[in-house]
């Protein structure tokens, strides 16, 4: 009976340490990571919108990183976007991932450094796959818009 709550109490155990942030800080500046196409995640509480001209996001909390849009091209171009984003707590950014998986970061973000207002970024789309993600650790509170 001991052997059988010991073998339970280790098992809560890494499954308390797997649902921890820690992946999501060892990732945040891993390039390799984040241009995967695969998303990482664990969040609570979220409310995305799609329209022709914005996405609206609200998360209560984030770990990780995932895909907010995708589109391929037919040639490369730049778009101007407008970007709004805050949160609580935690660091958080949006990067551009282009077809030959190149990261680049378009706006970086923490509780101190949080937009007032939109701010306006030049993303240079190649021919092919483009994504945007958001990419967090220990995020509360986040509250994203973009438009395009």
């Not at 409310?47 to 040639?75: C, H, M, P």
Request: proline share 1%.
């Amino acid at each position: 009976m001991k052997k059988l709550n010991l073998i339970w109490m280790i098992l809560l155990c890494f499954l308390l340490t797997a649902c921890g942030s820690e992946f999501a800080k060892r990732e945040y500046n891993s390039d390799e990571k984040i241009s995967q196409k695969a998303d990482r995640y664990a969040k609570e509480i979220s409310v995305g919108n799609f329209t022709d001209q914005e996405y609206s996001l609200t998360i209560s909390k984030f770990n990780g990183r995932e895909t907010i849009w995708n589109e391929t091209f037919a040639e490369n171009q730049n778009m101007e976007i407008d970007l709004s984003f805050c949160l609580s707590k935690g660091q958080a950014k949006i990067v551009h991932i282009d077809n030959d998986n190149h990261v680049t970061t378009l706006l970086e973000c923490s509780p101190e450094t949080s937009t007032d207002g939109f701010i306006t970024k030049t993303v240079s789309l190649q021919k092919g796959q483009n994504r945007l993600k958001i990419v967090g650790y220990d995020c509360e509170d986040i509250d994203l818009k973009i438009q395009y």
